[in-house]
């Protein structure tokens, strides 16, 4: 047997397929390759959402006055500005040639009216 009698019995077998056949045939494929294609970008990337962030709030005391709170306030500012200035010294920052210079300051925030006290 000839290989141009294979190919022609190719040929024919594939012209005798009706329209419906080739259809769904298709559709099959595409199926297939949808799902695989699924599994294949979960398994990369995940389907499930993160776990959510929790954020936990300090609880104060029930009688707690507006003095106390700013108190506090300031005191943790203080904190925190010291733990600034212990990281400038560690990287060797010059903290007040950086507070003399206005352009390497951001934009002030903008002031909040504190409500009227009780």
Known sequence: ????????????????VERRQWVIGSLSVL??????????????????????IIAYFKNWEDGRSRAEALAEQE????????????????????????????AAQPAAQPETKEPASE
């Open 1 to 16: 047997m000839s290989t141009a009698t294979i190919f022609g019995r190719i040929r024919a077998r594939i012209a005798a």
């Open 31 to 52: 199926m297939t390759f949808i799902i695989m294609f699924t599994f294949l970008i979960e398994n990369r990337f995940g389907y499930l959402p993160p776990d959510p």
């Open 75 to 102: 005191e943790e500012e203080r904190l925190m500005q010291e733990q600034a200035d212990a990281i400038a010294a560690q990287l060797d920052i010059n903290a007040d040639k950086a507070a003399a210079d206005p």
